[in-house]
């Protein structure tokens, strides 16, 4: 983030972000959430090595399917309705990207149902690293563009899927038997995923309508260069959800197993303490990036993104419920409910795309629109599902509420005072040093109410001495 928007431009950068968030949307739809029952089910019983290969042949058809379909758009239609202001050359490009992608998550589903969590976390960082030297080279010993951006990210992403394939490979958790293709297995296994996923169909299709009428209309409308502001903020922001992301497949497979077994307690117990804890972690940073946009941007990028200030104010907020989504969705999937699912993301689509029009289309706020936009349908939403997860799990809603509504003022304040008096010619030396200021008042808080981060006393005193513990004075 801190390299690629300044080399590439907001145009060449906001037809790359049109194309991730089309693509992605689109293998969204046809998914269907059957990723997430994939994940369930293996997650309940590992021993069940059929539903990897069946997965893995399902995932091929998804990738035929994706390519075939847009090839026969651009023989027989007008494919540049569907990519304004976009070469079409780039078009086959986001395929392979998107579905790499998609194909990669899919990856450390599996190693996150096998345990091997820890392990593929290594491998991802080191991956990382090698990655950044990559881009590094692209960007500063290559003609930089748009081309170049996708060859570095199908590199990339395939090196990553090879590794991890071997590790499993390594693990005995692909092996050449467990990948053959029975067709009468597969036939049971494709009807307990319909059964399962059938009442996503609807719900996959209007989050596929009214996610590409957004990302359309922005593009139609404002051009790719609020298309690039959008995305910058949409990525700056979601670096805050890295680490409750990290957290959300391990409680998942935790729901599922504890489904598996009609544990409801112990599913409550995880639902009442890591909600809270992995909600306040996310608004720690969130809060933070939002009150520091201008100097985020100043790092980050050049003086051609100055005008994705506000967006990014707007946008720093939808991690913090994000968090929520992803853990409050869990329970719906590890116990089946799947059409009450449904039935409320219908409901928040349909919000959201009132807002889009009215925020986009008739006020004209272009990329600051959007982002009003996601926070707004995504706070209902969340907030929805949350009440019939309480019910479910026999808690309290009054404490969850309340929880969501102190700890943003909380850091919101926090965040407000180490912000005011801060300010040095350096935009770096401002963030890090109101960074300073503000994590001391946040640990501050928390050693006086550590009910904010969902914690106890005697585990903050656990944490102090274990701390001193590595400190060499």
């Not at 909380?410 to 300073?436: K, N, R, Y």
């Amino acid at each position: 983030m801190a390299i690629v928007p300044k080399a590439m431009g907001p145009i060449a950068y906001g037809q790359f972000v049109y194309l991730q968030q089309f693509f992605t949307k689109i293998i969204g739809f046809l998914d269907a959430g059957s990723s997430i029952a994939f994940f369930t089910k293996l997650s309940a019983k590992p021993e069940r090595k059929e539903l990897i290969s069946f997965y893995f042949y399902y995932s091929l058809f998804v990738g035929l399917i994706l390519t075939v379909f847009f090839y026969a758009v651009d023989q027989f239609g007008d494919i540049q309705a569907w990519f304004p202001d976009i070469d079409k050359g780039f078009i086959y490009w986001g395929i392979g990207f998107g579905f790499l992608t998609w194909f990669t998550q899919l990856c450390i589903k599996v190693s996150d149902a096998y345990a091997l969590t820890v392990t593929v976390e290594l491998i991802k960082i080191l991956h990382k690293v090698l990655s950044l030297c990559l881009l590094i080279y692209f960007i500063y010993f290559l003609h930089f563009d748009l081309m170049k951006y996708f060859y570095f990210h199908i590199i990339t992403l395939s090196i990553f899927i090879v590794w991890v394939m071997y590790l499993f490979i390594s693990n005995s958790i692909i092996t050449v038997q467990s990948m053959s293709f029975e067709f009468s297995k597969f036939k049971s296994i494709f009807s307990e995923f319909v059964s399962y996923c059938s009442p996503l169909l609807i719900y996959s299709l209007a989050g596929l309508s009214v996610g590409l009428f957004d990302i359309w209309l922005l593009q139609s409308i404002s051009g790719s260069v609020e298309t690039g502001f959008y995305g910058l903020a949409y990525s700056l922001a979601t670096m805050c959800f890295i680490f409750t992301g990290a957290m959300t497949p391990i409680i998942t497979r935790e729901f599922s197993k504890s489904f598996e077994k009609n544990d409801l307690l112990t599913m409550g117990e995880l639902f009442n303490r890591y909600i809270p804890m992995l909600y306040s972690l996310a608004a720690y940073f969130a809060i933070f990036i939002a009150f520091q946009s201008d100097n985020v941007l100043a790092i980050f990028t050049d003086a051609e993104f100055k005008d994705a200030y506000l967006v990014l104010v707007v946008m720093a907020f939808y991690p913090i419920h994000q968090t929520y989504g992803q853990l409050s969705g869990s329970i719906f999937y590890a116990t089946g409910q799947t059409a009450l699912y449904r039935n409320i993301g219908l409901i928040s689509m349909l919000l959201g795309f009132l807002l889009t029009l009215f925020l986009v289309y008739i006020l004209e706020l272009n990329a600051l629109g959007l982002a009003f936009k996601m926070i707004i349908s995504q706070i209902i939403g969340v907030n929805i599902q949350l009440y019939f997860n309480v019910k479910f799990l026999k808690l309290s809603m009054y404490r969850f509420l309340w929880h969501q509504i102190y700890a943003v003022v909380f850091f919101t304040i926090a965040a407000g005072l180490s912000s005011m008096f801060v300010e040095f010619s350096s935009p770096l030396v401002s963030f890090i040093v109101s960074g300073f200021i503000y994590t001391s008042l946040v640990i501050i808080g928390l050693l006086i109410y550590p009910k904010l981060f969902s914690v106890t006393e005697k585990e903050i005193q656990y944490g102090i001495v274990k701390t001193k513990g590595f400190l060499p004075f």
